[in-house]
């Protein structure tokens, strides 16, 4: 019985490593935005969340994802893509940091600097 666990355990583990050994690319996003399943566009709006909020939460303070909802920015990064399939070769962390950055980085310049600086 014990023996059974072992292997079971080891099995799990195995196959963890081999999920994670694969670099997903953002043309795997775009498939799983585009896909039929709800399961799938879950998953695909997940991630972008979780990357957007990870994004303006320590790194990037300046996006302007304020007032909008989760919703339509994972949509705004899905249409994006779409949109972009020079990105699809990306890794896909890259290529959700890319489309966020394009779409909700200030127009402006910070305040205290001048343009062309």
Sequence with gaps: MKLMLIAA???GL??????FAEVATT???HK??????EVERAYAYGYINGVVSTMHSFLFTH???GGVSE???AEAVCRYVDLHPETWSKE???GVAD????????KDPPKGTKKGK
């Design 9 to 11: 355990i080891l099995l």
């Design 14 to 19: 195995a196959s963890c490593v081999l999920a």
């Design 27 to 29: 043309n795997d996003l």
């Design 32 to 37: 799983q935005c585009e896909g039929k399943s």
């Design 63 to 65: 996006l302007e994802v």
């Design 71 to 73: 919703g339509d920015v």
């Design 92 to 94: 896909k962390l890259i």
């Design 99 to 106: 489309a966020v950055a394009a779409l909700y980085s200030p």
